[in-house]
């Protein structure tokens, strides 16, 4: 005969809260040299004492060959992935598109609301980033517990 | 100083990149007012983000420009230092947010 073993009466059966943004509308350009929002890509969530998992995927191109575009998390404001966050230098050809990924997993928030924005900033030059009906941002957020 | 305003763009046949070149050349980029690097030493007075919708939706363009001098840093690559970053300075010449509007209503 199967044995039941019950569980802690203080078991948290609430579900991970969970954001989503898709940029859509049209493509984003950029010349900040230093890390500003990627428009619309903010998402305000709220957890309880746990991690997140903050990931994103979209394509973007420089028109400086060689040339830095940086990405970065923010959660209120605090940056993710270091200073200068994950970097592609534009390659050989200013009409090549780079496909960028990051993702990132938190240290246990305080329980409460948060606020998760994706930051890009250029080395030089104007980046394209692709937020089309055809070719979206995705950028999402996923409490983990 | 943050301005968002919409306006109506058609950029049908460019490149995003060549609109927002158009955007910063009506906002009056030059040396003065600086909106883009053209080398990653570049002294800037400010930047301009743009979601290009297509008509009969406007773009959305966000122009900063900075109200305090920033020192630059250094800019490290990969590891590597490479240089340093850009320098963020206010422009001598401190526009208005009715300047920056009325600039960009010229690309409608």
């Known amino acids: 005969m199967a044995s039941v073993i019950r569980g802690s009466d203080n078991f948290d059966t609430t579900p991970p809260s969970v954001g989503k943004v898709v940029l859509s509308s049209g493509n984003i350009s950029n010349t900040s040299t230093s890390f500003v929002d990627v428009t619309g890509a903010s998402i305000t969530i709220t957890t309880g004492a746990n991690p997140i998992y903050i990931g994103a995927c979209f394509s973007f191109r420089n028109n400086n060959v060689n040339y830095d575009t940086s990405f970065n998390f923010t959660i209120d404001g605090a940056l993710q992935m270091g200073n200068l966050g994950v970097i592609q230098d534009q390659g050989s050809a200013t009409s090549a598109w780079s496909l960028c990924a990051p993702h990132v997993q938190s240290v246990a928030l305080s329980a409460g609301s948060h606020t998760i924005k994706l930051q890009w900033k250029v080395a030089g030059g104007t980046s394209l980033m692709l937020a089309n009906g055809n070719e979206n941002v995705q950028f999402f957020v996923n409490e983990i517990k | ?108």
């Open chain 2, 1 to 108: 100083m943050i301005v968002t305003h919409e306006v109506m763009i058609n950029c049908t046949g460019i490149t995003g990149e060549e609109c927002n070149d158009n955007c910063i050349t009506s906002l009056g980029h030059g040396t003065d007012f600086n909106l883009k690097a053209e080398l990653p030493t570049d002294t800037l007075h400010g930047s301009v983000s743009i979601i290009h919708n297509d008509l009969p939706l406007p773009h959305v363009v966000i122009v900063e420009v900075y109200e305090e001098d920033e020192a630059p840093t250094n800019l490290t690559s990969h590891g590597i230092t490479t240089g340093r970053q850009s320098t963020l300075a206010r422009p001598a010449v401190m526009p208005t947010e009715q300047d920056l509007i009325n600039k960009l209503e010229t690309l409608a």
